[in-house]
């Protein structure tokens, strides 16, 4: 399950703005690298919507079935939002819903009659 914990505004290509989701894992241990201590995070992704924002703003707090995983992509420049401190990712956490999958992956395509 992801939980809806906020929304933004984007901007794409064209110049026209549209509305994103952010979406959040559950808690999972994650062991740092560094001090090899133990500690809990939870992955989080935007996931475009065609909704306003007063929609938007009702969905925080929805559950909804799916995952974040994480997906390789063409390394790009992020900036941690706690720290400022900028990193290069090649990387990037996507939602992911297994059911939706499975059944796109099945789905029979019906022979349109003319």
Do not use: W
């Not at 929304?7 to 794409?12: A, D, E, G, L």
């Not at 065609?50 to 995983?69: H, K, M, V, Y």
Request: some cysteine; hydrophobic content about 30%.
């Amino acid at each position: 399950m992801v939980k809806v914990i906020d929304f933004k505004t984007r901007t794409n290509e064209s110049g026209e703005d549209f509305n994103v989701l952010i979406v959040q894992g559950g808690v999972e241990p994650v062991r740092s690298r560094n001090t090899g201590q133990l500690y809990f995070t939870a992955k989080k992704a935007s996931v475009p919507c065609t909704f306003d924002d007063n929609i938007c703003q009702e969905l925080i707090g929805a559950s909804f079935n799916g995952s974040i995983r994480k997906t390789a992509c063409e390394p790009f420049m992020y900036t941690i939002e706690e720290t400022g401190e900028k990193i290069e990712r090649s990387y990037r956490y996507e939602y992911f819903d297994e059911e939706m999958e499975l059944l796109e992956e099945h789905l029979i395509e019906k022979e349109e009659i003319i």
